[in-house]
């Protein structure tokens, strides 16, 4: 059915939109199973938890008829999650006890942070396939320390104004160093299409805080000769708003705008990508997934993933300029966990 | 169970070493080697060296060969008896995962182990790990945090030399319950920022602001609040609630966090509360017990609260300025801690 391959491929192949076939159901009871053993072995089995929690995200995600897959092994993970727990642990002592003594921690941790992140991309990267290919993560480690140190000291120091050109050095960082067997990711946003959807964001948030200013302030009276307790009152309903809107709105509608960005803007070899995450829909799933989780004690963290899983995935579509039969297999290294690990307990998400 | 010779799936054929995908029936002969057949694949694997991806709801399975080559197995009504025919079985953990008896019993599981761990586990490590910090860090994370706060929110103490000593020098006189003593200090210190409270750090040190004394009618009322203080040190409060926060905020965060970081936070602060009322409570007790042993009253300690409650109601405020006020005055914790201590 697919044998004559020598001969010149069609014009232009179809597009071959991405699919997710989990159900909420089915990865709760495996979600339920893993915590409960998590639990029962103090954590122990939380790094066979994780393999199973990324294959069925990954075993579930299809394109062009065959689904990825993800190798990392428990073992590993189990040694690298021990090595950053520990790291952490005598981060967050030190830190109680003397902030001297934190420093002198924090130091190491974050001069060696570049080398983690690089090896936790890589780590992901190198232990997921596509057809029996395994993608790999190419980019240097000077690189490494540009993006992630460099940077975020410049950002900082420009009081973020740089913000968003460090967002696409890291972006651009990350897709032109993947490689899915010896084809090569290339990553073309310019820094200035990273500038939009920041200004948009921070408009919105400036309007948005204005309205909510002037009604709480208008409700408790607030103008000359008001009394302290409505000034704090104001200031708690603006800080208040301000901490909300950024994590239910302006998140959700950056996650959004930069996801589509940077997809519609990286290519695999002759082949494109289209992602069309829609901000609106975004936020309506992760709000309504936050209540849900409160509401259900976090019995709804399962649902709440799958959903969000399979909104994502469904905006993503692989637009192939030839066969894909064709990709080749690479040599391949091992790598260590520990960065990976150390990253998660951070909560440093690079999938942004 | 099928027979194995008739076992029969059909999927698809990936080598490993290109991205081709190849449509392929795979067959299980009688004796046990697999044959995977499509237009250009012709592959013989005996059984024993195919080993089978776990059923994950409705993923695809896949057969793995030894030299990285594999077929994707779609569902199909043949695919289970063929995965048993090639010997294989599923571990517990996937058997457990697939009915809805252990999945029902893991979440009774989780929800008792977390609910005792909570409510007296946890409490309980966090008593053992505070007897076992040294007391050197002890001292050093107390006098880091007088430091800190003398940046930040303290002046020196305005009250008369003589009087911080006599108020110092009367409260060591009382005896502590069961003549245990405990080693302390009192300091005093001024802040317009705090207004009138007391604190107390692990080491012992026993803060008083000025603001509190002036809000005092007599001595006795501040050696209340001290007894209250002390009970603090006595019990390590400041340690447990330090262990209890960090675990429960960890705990969340492993397992909400993932969906959203806000949303570990909040219930993180509620579950926090309930240690921290507790060891209100504990504190109230010592204090209590402490004044009565030494011919004092508990009611001072309760008429002190009221006056440190009302105090924060923000003084002077407008009548109709009420929705902060109100919402303190109210505060359920402290009225239920006052009547409490008028019982005793």
Redesign the interface.
Same mark, same amino acid.
């Given at each position: 059915?697919?044998?004559e391959?020598s001969q010149p491929a069609p014009p232009t192949p179809a597009a071959e939109p991405f699919q997710f076939? !989990?159900?909420g159901g089915?990865? *709760?009871?495996?979600w339920?199973?893993n915590?409960?053993?998590t639990?029962?072995t103090l954590g122990i089995y939380s790094a066979?938890a994780k393999v199973?929690r990324l294959?069925?995200f990954y075993? =579930?995600t299809r394109v062009? !008829?065959?689904?990825f897959?993800y190798h990392g092994r428990p073992t590993a993970i189990l040694k690298g999650r021990a090595i950053a727990f520990g790291l952490l642990v005598i981060y =967050?002592l030190a830190e109680?006890?003397? *902030?001297r003594l934190a420093i002198a921690v924090a130091i190491p941790i974050v001069i060696a942070l570049p080398w983690m992140l690089r090896q936790s991309l890589r780590f992901r990267l190198h232990y997921s396939s596509? +057809?029996?290919?395994r993608f790999a993560f190419r980019g240097t480690l000077s690189s490494a320390y540009v993006v992630f140190l460099l940077w975020p000291i410049l950002a900082l120091v420009s009081l973020t104004l740089l913000g968003p050109m460090w967002h696409q050095r890291l972006k651009r960082y990350q897709h032109d160093n993947s490689t899915f !067997?010896t084809a090569a990711f290339r990553f073309s946003a310019s820094v200035g299409s990273f500038y939009g959807p920041y200004l948009r964001a921070l408009l919105m948030f400036a309007g948005l805080a204005v309205v909510i200013g002037v009604a709480a302030a208008t409700m408790? !009276?607030f103008g000359p000769g008001a009394? +302290?307790?409505?000034m704090?009152?104001v200031m708690a309903i603006v800080f208040g708003f301000a *901490?909300?809107s950024f994590?239910?709105l302006l998140g959700p509608y950056l996650l959004a705008r930069i996801q589509n960005l940077v997809w519609n803007h990286t290519t695999l070899g002759p082949h494109r990508f289209e992602c069309r995450l829609q901000a609106r829909k975004l936020v309506w799933i992760?709000l309504s =997934?936050?209540l849900l989780?409160?509401v259900t004690l976090?019995?709804f963290?399962p649902f709440?993933?799958v959903r969000l899983a399979r909104y994502r995935v469904s905006c993503m579509t692989l637009l192939p300029a030839a066969s894909?039969?064709?990709?080749?297999?690479a040599e391949q290294a091992s790598v260590a966990a520990v960065g990976e690990e150390l990253g998660e307990f951070l909560?440093l998400d690079l999938s942004l | 169970m099928t027979d194995p010779t008739s076992a029969r799936v059909a999927g698809h054929y990936f080598d490993g070493r290109t991205s081709a995908r190849r449509a392929v029936a795979l067959t299980l002969d009688a004796f046990g080697v697999v044959h995977v057949q499509g237009s250009d694949v012709d592959r013989f694997e005996p059984m024993a060296g195919i080993s089978v991806s776990e059923p994950l709801g409705g993923a695809p399975r896949l057969l793995m060969f030894r030299d990285g080559a594999y077929c994707e197995v779609p569902a199909q009504p043949d695919r289970d008896a063929f995965v048993a025919a090639l010997g294989h079985s599923d571990s517990h953990v996937v058997r457990a995962q697939s009915r809805w008896s252990w999945v029902a019993g893991s979440a009774i599981l989780l929800l008792v182990v977390i609910a005792v761990g909570y409510r007296f586990g946890l409490p309980w490590l966090a008593e053992k790990i505070a007897e076992r910090i040294p007391a050197s860090i002890v001292a050093t994370l107390s006098d880091q945090t007088l430091a800190l706060l003398d940046r930040a929110a303290f002046d020196p103490s305005k009250l008369p030399e003589g009087r911080r000593n006599r108020i110092a020098e009367q409260f060591r006189q009382l005896t502590p319950p069961g003549g245990v003593p405990v080693p302390h200090e009192v300091l005093f210190r001024a802040s317009p920022e705090i207004g009138a409270n007391a604190l107390a750090l692990p080491s012992g040190t026993i803060i008083v602001t000025d603001e509190l004394v002036k809000l005092t009618e007599n001595d006795a009322e501040i050696l209340a609040v001290l007894t209250h203080e002390l009970g603090h040190v006595h019990e390590r409060h400041g340690l447990r609630l330090l262990v209890e926060s960090s675990v429960v905020g960890f705990v969340l965060t492993w397992y909400i966090g993932d969906v959203s970081s806000l949303a570990a936070s909040v219930p993180a602060a509620l579950l926090q509360a309930r240690f921290s009322r507790e060891h209100e409570a504990a504190a109230d007790a010592y204090g209590a017990n402490m004044l009565k042993s030494n011919g004092l009253s508990p009611a001072l300690l309760a008429s002190m609260l009221e006056k440190l409650e009302a105090s924060h109601g923000s003084p002077g405020a407008a009548a109709d300025d009420k929705s902060i006020n109100d919402y303190l005055a109210s505060h359920p914790a402290t009225r239920e801690r006052i009547e409490a201590l008028r019982k005793r």
């Open positions: 059915m697919e044998a391959q076939t !989990g159900s089915e990865y *709760f009871r495996i339920i199973v915590i409960a053993l639990v029962v066979w199973r294959q069925y075993r =579930n062009a !008829g065959s689904s897959d =967050n109680k006890f003397d *902030f596509w +057809r029996g290919l !067997g408790s !009276g009394s +302290r307790g409505a704090i009152a *901490f909300v994590s239910v992760l =997934n936050l989780v409160v976090g019995l963290v709440a993933a894909l039969d064709e990709f080749v297999a909560d | -």
